[in-house]
C-alpha cells in the first residue's frame, strides 16, 4: 500500500471508530467539562499518533482478512486503559509531554533490586526508600515482582499473571503504593514488560493445554519435529546447559513448544494480531499502576521467522514501535528501555524516540570489563568513538553489572581493527574473569558453557569481579587498596559517559559473591543466583563505622553520584574522544549548552603520564579543577595521573 493510500485507509479506519471512542468518554459521566477536555486530549493525542499506528499494525497484520476487527479492538482496550489511568498519572503524562527528554538529565542515577532479596517485600522497601534517595537514585527498577510458577520461576522471568504480585512481596495496591511514594521523591519506578514469553502456567497456557484452540494459538506449538527441525538450522541456543534446542516437548498438549529460554517460559506467538491486543492491554495495566518506564524484556526474540535465526528481525521493531504508540496515545508519561543484550549493531538499532528511548549498553559494559582486565583501553576507545552516538531524545543506560551474566558482545571487526583476535580474547576474558588466567584479580564463575562452540559468559558480583573479593580473601593491603581504586574509577566512568548510570543494588556496599544458591534446588543450574545476593542490613551499621570496606564503596558511590548531578555537562548525549595517546588511560569530553568537561580515567595500577595539550586544543583554557579531588590542574604541561585514576575536569 502506498503511503497516500495509507493515510487514506488510516483516516477511514478512525472515522469508524470514532463514534465508539465518543461513546465511551460520554460514559465517564461527571462534569461536562471535564469530559470535553477529555475529548480534547484524545482528538490530539490520535492526530499526532493514529497513522502511524495504523501503518505499523498495518505492515504486522494488515494481510489478515479481519485485520480492521483486530484494529478496532486494539483502539479501544487502548482508549480503555487510558480512561482508566488514574488521574496523578494523567498529570504526569502532562508533565512529561512539556518535558519529553527528562531523562536525558545529569541527575538521572538509577538502581535495580530483587523486592525479596532487598527488603523481602514491598511494603518493607517503602521504609527504605530514604536509603535509595541518600544514596541519590532516581530511578528504581524492582525486578519482576508478578505473580510467576512456583519452584523455579527464572528469578520471576515466567509470569503466571502480569496483574497480580507475587503473594510473598504483597499487593497490586503495594505496588500503587509504592509508585506513588517513589514518585513523590523524584524516584521513577521501572517494571519488567517479560512479553516474548509466559510462564507455562499462566492462564492462557492452561487454557491452550486444555484444549481450547484459541488460546493454542497464542503460543508456537507443533505436532511433531519436522517445523522445530527445520527452525533449529538457524538457530542460537540461549541456555544451552538447561536444555538442547529451542523446543520442549509438553505432555499436556502433545505438542513441541517454541521456548527460546526455560522450558517453562513459552514464547507468545506475534503473528496472532490477538497475542498483540492481548499483551497490549497487559502493557497499559501496568503503566497504569504508576510504571515510568518498561524495561522491554528479550527484545531481540519477539518475532521469529523460518530461515533466519529469529532474533532482531525487522518486525521485532516494528512490533515495539506498535506498542511505544499506543503509548503515546494511553500513557504519553511512559519511556521504553531496550533489554537487547546481542551485536552492537543490533543493540542501537532498538533506540529511537519512537521504540525504545532507553537502552542497556552492553557493549561498553563489557569493553569496561574488558579494559580492567588487559589495562588497554584500545577496544573502548573505539567504541567511544564509533559506538556512543544515538539519536535525539534517546540515551543509553551505563552499568558494570545487572542480574544477568556479563557475555563479549563486542563487533569482531572492532577488535581486528586494534589488532585483538576477538575468538583468543574472548577466551582469554573468560579465563581471566573466572580466576584461570595468572595474576587474575577476579573470582568469576561460568554462565552457560557450551561444549560445542567453547562459548561461555561470566557471573559475579561487582566487587568479586573486580577485585576486592580476592584482596580480602588474601588479606593483601596493596590488592585491597588497587581493588577499592579500580571501583572509584569504573564508576567515574560510567557515571560520565553519555546515559544514565544504573547499579544492581549491593554493589554499593560492595557485596561478594554468595555460593549458596548451588544447593537450592531451584536455583542449583543457574548460576546467575551467585550474583544474586540477600542484602544484609546489619551491614549499613558498619557505614557508622570509622573505617570498613562497605562504607568505602558506599561513600565513593554516593560521591560520584552527587558529582555528577552537580555537572550540567553530563546532561544529553555529547561525547567525544580525546586522543590521549596513552594505551592505558581514556579520555573524553561531554558537553551541553555552555558546560563542558573532560574525562580521564587510568586503568592500570601503574601511574601514567598523560598531555594534557591536546584538552587544550579543544578550546578548555589553561587551568582546570578535578572535581572529584579537587586538583587543580594545567594544560601547559604533561600530567601524571595514579594508578586507576579518574579525574572529572572542569574550567576554573
Ligand atoms: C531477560 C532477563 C533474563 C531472563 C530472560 C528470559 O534476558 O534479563 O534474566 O532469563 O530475559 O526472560
Ligand atoms: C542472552 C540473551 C539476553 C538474556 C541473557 C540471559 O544473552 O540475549 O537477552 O538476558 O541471555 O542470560
Not at 534446588?521 to 549499613?540: A, E, I, Q, T, Y
Request: glycine share 6%; with cysteine.
Amino acid at each position: 500500500m502506498d503511503d497516500k493510500r495509507l493515510e487514506y485507509e488510516a483516516s477511514r479506519s478512525l472515522r469508524r471508530i470514532r463514534p465508539k471512542i465518543t461513546r465511551r468518554i460520554e460514559a465517564v459521566g461527571g462534569e461536562d467539562l471535564e469530559r470535553a477536555r477529555l475529548h480534547e486530549v484524545v482528538d490530539a493525542r490520535l492526530e499526532l499518533n493514529w497513522k502511524r499506528l495504523f501503518g505499523l499494525l498495518y505492515q504486522l497484520y494488515g494481510h489478515h482478512y479481519d485485520f480492521f476487527y483486530y484494529l478496532e479492538d486494539i483502539a479501544l482496550t487502548t482508549i480503555d486503559c487510558w480512561l482508566e489511568r488514574p488521574r496523578p498519572l494523567k498529570e504526569l503524562d502532562q508533565k512529561r509531554e512539556n518535558n519529553p527528554g527528562w531523562y536525558l538529565s545529569e541527575k538521572m542515577i538509577g538502581g535495580s533490586l530483587y523486592v525479596d532479596l532487598f527488603s523481602d517485600d514491598l511494603v518493607k522497601l517503602r521504609d527504605r526508600i530514604p536509603y535509595l534517595k541518600d544514596l541519590g537514585l532516581t530511578y528504581l527498577h524492582l525486578m519482576p515482582l508478578f505473580a510467576s510458577r512456583p519452584g523455579n520461576s527464572d528469578g520471576g522471568y515466567a509470569i503466571s499473571d502480569y496483574r497480580s504480585v507475587d503473594p510473598k512481596l504483597g499487593t497490586i495496591d503495594d505496588l500503587r503504593a509504592l509508585a506513588k511514594d517513589l514518585r513523590e521523591v523524584g524516584i521513577s519506578l521501572v517494571l519488567d514488560f517479560v512479553f516474548n514469553h509466559t510462564a507455562d502456567d499462566h492462564l492462557w497456557a492452561i487454557r491452550a493445554q486444555e484444549g481450547e484452540q484459541e488460546y493454542r494459538d497464542y503460543y508456537r506449538t507443533f505436532p511433531d519435529r519436522t517445523v522445530p527441525d527445520q527452525y533449529e538450522r538457524t538457530l542460537r541456543e540461549i541456555f544451552p546447559t538447561v536444555r538442547r534446542g529451542n523446543f520442549t516437548w509438553d505432555e499436556t498438549l502433545k505438542r513441541w513448544v517454541w521456548t527460546t529460554f526455560n522450558s517453562f517460559q513459552w514464547d507468545l506467538n506475534y503473528d496472532n494480531p490477538e497475542v498483540f491486543r492481548a499483551m497490549a492491554s497487559e502493557m497499559l495495566f501496568l503503566a497504569n499502576t504508576g510504571v515510568e518506564i518498561l524495561r522491554l524484556d528479550a527484545v531481540a526474540f519477539i518475532w521469529k521467522q523460518m530461515g533466519t535465526s529469529c532474533e532482531n528481525l525487522p518486525e521485532a521493531h516494528i512490533l515495539i514501535q506498535a506498542f511505544n504508540a499506543l503509548c503515546r496515545i494511553a500513557a504519553p508519561g511512559l519511556v521504553f528501555k531496550s533489554e537487547a543484550i546481542v551485536h552492537p549493531d543490533e543493540v542501537v538499532k532498538y533506540i529511537d524516540s519512537g521504540e525504545c528511548q532507553l537502552s542497556y549498553n552492553p557493549t561498553f559494559m563489557a569493553l569496561c570489563w574488558e579494559a580492567m582486565a588487559t589495562r588497554e583501553t584500545k577496544l573502548l576507545k573505539r567504541a567511544v568513538q564509533n559506538r556512543f552516538q544515538l539519536p535525539p531524545g534517546t540515551t543509553w543506560m551505563n552499568y558494570l553489572r545487572s542480574h544477568d551474566d556479563i557475555g563479549w558482545s563486542f563487533d569482531n571487526g572492532d577488535s581486528w581493527a586494534v589488532g585483538i583476535n576477538p575468538d583468543d580474547h574472548r577466551n582469554f576474558l573468560n579465563r581471566y574473569y573466572t580466576g584461570q588466567f595468572p595474576g587474575s584479580f577476579s573470582k568469576g564463575i561460568p554462565f552457560q558453557f557450551n561444549a560445542q562452540t567453547g562459548d561461555m559468559r561470566i557471573c559475579g558480583t561487582m566487587a568479586s569481579l573486580s577485585g576486592l573479593e580476592d584482596a580480602i580473601v588474601q588479606g593483601d593491603k596493596k590488592l585491597l587498596d588497587m581493588a577499592l581504586r579500580r571501583i572509584r574509577m569504573i564508576y567515574g566512568v560510567i557515571c560520565a559517559a553519555t546515559g544514565i548510570p544504573l547499579i544492581f543494588l549491593g554493589e554499593e556496599w560492595g557485596i561478594l559473591n554468595d555460593y549458596s544458591y548451588e544447593s537450592d534446588p531451584n536455583k542449583g543450574d543457574d548460576s546467575r543466583w551467585v550474583h544474586r545476593v540477600k542484602m544484609n542490613w546489619d551491614l549499613p551499621a558498619e557505614l557508622k563505622k570509622k573505617k570498613s570496606i562497605p562504607k568505602q564503596v558506599f561513600l565513593t558511590l554516593q560521591g560520584l553520584f552527587a558529582a555528577r548531578k552537580k555537572l550540567p555537562a553530563f546532561c544529553g548525549n555529547q561525547m567525544l574522544l580525546l586522543q590521549t595517546a596513552n594505551p592505558h588511560v581514556i579520555g573524553f569530553i561531554r558537553w551541553h549548552d555552555a558546560s563542558f568537561a573532560a574525562v580521564l580515567a587510568n586503568f592500570s595500577e601503574e601511574k601514567q603520564s598523560v598531555d594534557l595539550r591536546e584538552i587544550r586544543k579543544m578550546g578548555m583554557g589553561h587551568f582546570l579543577k578535578d572535581i572529584l579531588s579537587k586538583r587543580e590542574v594545567s594544560t601547559r604541561d604533561g600530567f601524571q595521573m595514579e594508578p586507576y585514576d579518574i579525574l572529572w575536569l572542569e574550567e576554573s
